[in-house]
């Protein structure tokens, strides 16, 4: 079993930027991969972020490349995404995930509760 618990969501200008944390309770957290995924009301939940249990290799969704990028410390069994350069389409409710496959869908084990991120124009 893991927990997963999401932090630094808030209100931000476009242009600006917004680091959130996930951290995990799971003592076997470095043999997860884990990802981020993000949903606004009425649509799917959308990924944005995966990346290994190791750290060494990551995949971004077309819309967030070269502006999010996602991080991992296995010693504080903590997930990072570090958004640059935001824009008022990236407003979201934002969740981390945690499986023991790297993907690129939805098909997780674990997620977190969420984070609200809101970029105004």
């Known amino acids: 079993q893991v927990q997963l618990v999401e932090s630094g969501g808030g209100l931000v200008q476009a242009g600006g930027s917004l680091r959130l944390s996930c951290a995990a309770s799971?003592?076997?957290?470095?043999?997860?991969?884990m990802g981020w995924f993000r949903q606004t009301p009425g649509s799917e939940r959308e990924f944005v972020a995966a990346i290994t249990f190791s750290g060494g290799g990551t995949y971004y969704a077309d819309s967030v490349k070269g502006r999010f990028t996602i991080s991992r410390d296995n010693a504080r069994n903590t997930l990072y995404l570090q958004m640059n350069s935001l824009k008022p389409e990236d407003t979201a409710v934002y969740y981390c995930?945690?499986?023991?496959?790297?993907?690129?869908?939805?098909?997780?084990?674990?997620w977190g509760q969420g984070t609200q991120v809101t970029v105004s124009p």
């Open positions: 799971a003592r076997t957290y470095s043999r997860y991969a």
């Open positions: 995930a945690a499986g023991l496959s790297f993907r690129r869908d939805s098909r997780y084990d674990y």
